[in-house]
T-cell receptor
Framework: NAGVTQTPKFRILKIGQSMTLQCTQD?????MYWYRQDPGMGLKLIYY???????DKGEVPNGYNVSRSTTEDFPLRLELAAPSQTSVYFC????????????FGPGTRLLVL | AQKITQTQPGMFVQEKEAVTLDCTYD???????LFWYKQPSSGEMIFLIYQGSYDQQNATEGRYSLNFQKARKSANLVISASQLGDSAMYFCAMRAFNAGNMLTFGGGTRLMVKP
């Protein structure tokens, strides 16, 4: 089991560029999430999905888009990168039952200049 | 709205001693879950322990235990016999079951273990 994998590990973007952060999980979890972590802070939820074809906004969705075409994959799209999107992005997944403990990927560090 | 407060930005502990990391929470939802995560300098988020609001006993996982005091709305993490590898950021988080699937995180506590 690889768990939750994310690519790339690190990326530098210029203002206005677009990119997609990839997230894949092999635990057959229904629920998947995207968080961002700014320096010295806790994580904030961007988007989440309770299954293929179903997505919903979290606390800080502006500037991002997501899609969920399969159980395994949950990509995060940045359309017009801004310096405020400089952050570390974490993808997570969980089962829908029990405590719904979320298991995190290793993170993608994004720098927008 | 849910809120998690971690009042200790940084703490030192001597190797082999126990340490308590504080966490208080606020929610009006009667059904919720509390989580602790460890974030070492390498950056990954590692799940440590979970406590449900209706659980009768405090959760334990190896050297980690959660001191759950529901009336005081606190969920402190206790690490026994600290090791050098315990040096990391520790985040308390909560999920209120009627508030969707969002984990609300505290600001974290940086724990440093002295040899």
């Amino acid at each position: 089991n690889a768990g939750v994998t994310q690519t790339p590990k690190f990326r530098i973007l210029k203002i206005g560029q677009s990119m997609t952060l990839q997230c894949t999980q092999d635990m057959n979890h229904n629920y998947m999430y995207w968080y961002r972590q700014d320096p010295g802070m806790g994580l904030k939820l961007i988007y989440y999905s309770v299954g293929a074809g179903i997505t919903d906004k979290g606390e800080v969705p502006n500037g991002y888009n997501v899609s969920r075409s399969t159980t395994e994959d949950f990509p995060l799209r940045l359309e017009l990168a801004a310096p405020s999107q400089t952050s570390v992005y974490f993808c997570a997944s969980s089962y829908p039952s029990g405590g719904q403990t979320q298991y995190f990927g290793p993170g993608t560090r994004l720098l927008v200049l | 709205a849910q809120k998690i407060t971690q009042t200790q930005p940084g703490m030192f502990v001597q190797e082999k001693e126990a340490v308590t990391l504080d966490c208080t929470y606020d929610t009006s939802d009667p059904s919720y879950g509390l989580f602790w995560y460890k974030q070492p300098s390498s950056g990954e988020m590692i799940f440590l322990i979970y406590q449900g609001s209706y659980d009768q006993q405090n959760a334990t996982e190896g050297r980690y235990s959660l001191n759950f005091q529901k009336a005081r709305k606190s969920a402190n993490l206790v690490i026994s016999a600290s090791q050098l590898g315990d040096s990391a950021m520790y985040f308390c988080a909560m999920r209120a079951f009627n508030a969707g699937n969002m984990l609300t995180f505290g600001g974290g506590t940086r724990l440093m273990v002295k040899p």
